[in-house]
């Protein structure tokens, strides 16, 4: 599958680590999103990034959320100091241009990171 | 503020028939809407998608119907089968890249 890939599938973390997601866009993909899931719940979008910038982050939260897209390498969901409610499956999609979710460039996702606090 | 909204949580249809699966939106300045897949453990997949400026789009057994006035657009599956049981979420987008996604129906196709 040389899709959307996500590492790793499972992370599990106790209160207060840190957890790191990572993101490699599909072949061409220059335009990464993240969106978080909770259980019984639509996904929730989080950040839109292209590489070294971040072009929307309306959807992340204030504190302990930051995210990346380096020049060289996958995107990095980076969350500092994990909370319980920070368990949920945390998916990236890519695209090929400005217009990831219409005309005929859809947004394609990773099988996502399901993240688990003890 | 759930700007897309899929109300029915879950929907069962006997393997040939129909499958209507329905999603109702708010914001008008909505621009493009998309239809995705999503089984257990994986990621949502793209089934199909349509402007604003039509009001029907199809692909193989699937088609979308958008009625900008209702603020209302289905997805249409025929004939439905075994495969075709997953959990359908339906998306939106205006002028930004960010999708809104409703909290999804699942679909189940039985014998």
């Known amino acids: 599958n040389a899709g959307v890939m996500q590492n790793p599938r499972h992370l599990v973390r106790r209160r207060g680590q840190e957890a790191r997601l990572r993101c490699s866009p599909m072949?061409?993909?220059?335009?990464v999103y993240w969106y978080r899931q909770l259980p019984e719940e639509g996904l929730k979008f989080m950040v839109y990034l292209q590489k070294e910038n971040i072009i929307d982050e309306s959807g992340m939260p204030k504190e302990r959320f930051s995210a990346e897209f380096p020049k060289e390498g996958p995107s990095i969901l980076r969350i500092q100091q994990v909370v319980r409610g920070d368990s949920a499956a945390y998916f990236c999609a890519s695209s090929s241009s400005r217009q990831g979710g219409g005309g005929n460039q859809p947004q394609h996702f990773g099988d996502g990171t399901r993240l688990s606090i003890l | 503020d759930q700007q897309v909204k899929q109300n029915s949580p879950s929907l069962s249809v006997q393997e040939g028939r129909i499958s209507i699966l329905n999603c109702d939106y708010t914001?008008?300045?909505?621009?493009?809407f998309l239809w995705y897949k999503k089984y257990p453990a994986e990621g949502p997949t793209f089934l199909i998608s349509?402007?604003?400026?039509?009001d029907k789009n199809e692909d193989g057994r699937f088609t979308v119907f958008l009625n900008k006035s209702a603020k209302h657009l289905s997805l249409h599956i025929v004939p439905s089968q075994p495969g075709d049981s997953a959990v359908y979420f339906c998306?939106?987008?205006?002028?930004?890249?960010?999708?809104?996604f409703g909290t999804g129906t699942r679909l189940q196709v039985f014998p």
């Open positions: 349509i402007s604003s400026i039509k």
């Open positions: 998306a939106a987008k205006r002028d930004t890249d960010k999708l809104i």
């Open positions: 072949k061409g993909h220059s335009h």
């Open positions: 914001n008008s300045m909505f621009d493009y």
